[in-house]
């Protein structure tokens, strides 16, 4: 018989869920496509940078480091630092310790993002604005409590793709479920499917390419607070 289910997730404690639910595997999946749309904006608007990904800052700034390059150790610096203090932020909220976490967690990620869009739109440059967009990046990941094995509403998925293997590993060995492989994969999907969608909008809204997750974070935060409001 297969002992899956008295598998604990390599990432996850034993006492989690075996596998995540789908209503909360579909929200973060349209969290973690938000995520693609900003990182998307972000890396067209700095000409090859990242609001979301910071191992890829991280080696571009080593390497720039490396070659003197300056200013683009400063950005790739100032971006890590901000996507760092965001993720503090959103974590914070998230924690409170009251029913409303969630709801400032996501307001935060809703503010950031309209802060980005009306700085851009003012004249500011991208090399500023989208600093405020990398914190808001960090903060997102608060949003979503984590449930089972899937990380939901993440801004990265490098984890996410490494779980995706391990777990198809475990399965095929009958170590764990044989379809919670496909839980990962589906969130990795989110996420190219949020870029190339924000790349698309943006060769023909620019900077307004952002009211698309402006809209999403809006949903959640009045999602939040109706659960917040049901529970009190």
């Known amino acids: 018989m297969p002992n899956w289910r008295r598998w604990p997730s390599p990432s996850r404690p034993s006492s989690d869920p075996i596998v995540t639910p ?5 929200s973060g999946m349209v969290l973690t496509a ?4 900003i990182d998307a904006v972000g ?4 000409g090859g940078y990242f609001t979301s990904f910071m191992s890829g800052n991280t080696t571009q700034g080593g390497a720039a480091f490396v070659d003197g390059v300056w200013p683009t150790v400063v950005l790739t610096g100032s971006l890590i630092l901000l996507f760092f203090i965001g993720s503090a932020i959103g974590a914070f909220l998230a924690h409170s310790g009251t029913r409303w976490g969630p709801a400032l967690a996501s307001g935060a990620v809703f ?6 869009l009306a700085l851009t739109v003012a004249g500011y440059p991208a090399r500023q604005t989208m600093l405020v967009l990398a914190a808001t990046a960090g903060a997102q990941n608060a949003i979503l409590p984590m449930r089972g094995a899937v990380r939901l ?3 990265f998925v490098t984890g996410t ?5 391990q777990d198809l ?4 060995r009958r170590l764990a479920p044989p379809l919670r492989w496909l839980q990962h994969l589906a969130v990795w999907f989110g996420l190219l499917g949020g870029a190339v969608l924000g790349a698309f909008a943006y060769r ?3 900077i307004f390419t952002l009211l698309l997750p402006l809209a999403i974070y809006a949903a959640f935060t009045l999602a939040h607070l109706w659960a917040g409001r049901l529970h009190a």
Do not use: M, Q
């Open 204 to 206: 023909f809204v620019g």
């Open 161 to 165: 793709l490494y779980a995706a293997g």
């Open 169 to 172: 590993a475990l399965a095929l």
């Open 34 to 37: 938000s995520a693609g749309i």
């Open 22 to 26: 789908a209503r909360l595997l579909a």
């Open 43 to 46: 890396f067209i608007e700095l």
């Open 153 to 155: 509403g993440a801004t």
């Open 111 to 116: 503010a950031g993002t309209a802060a980005t």
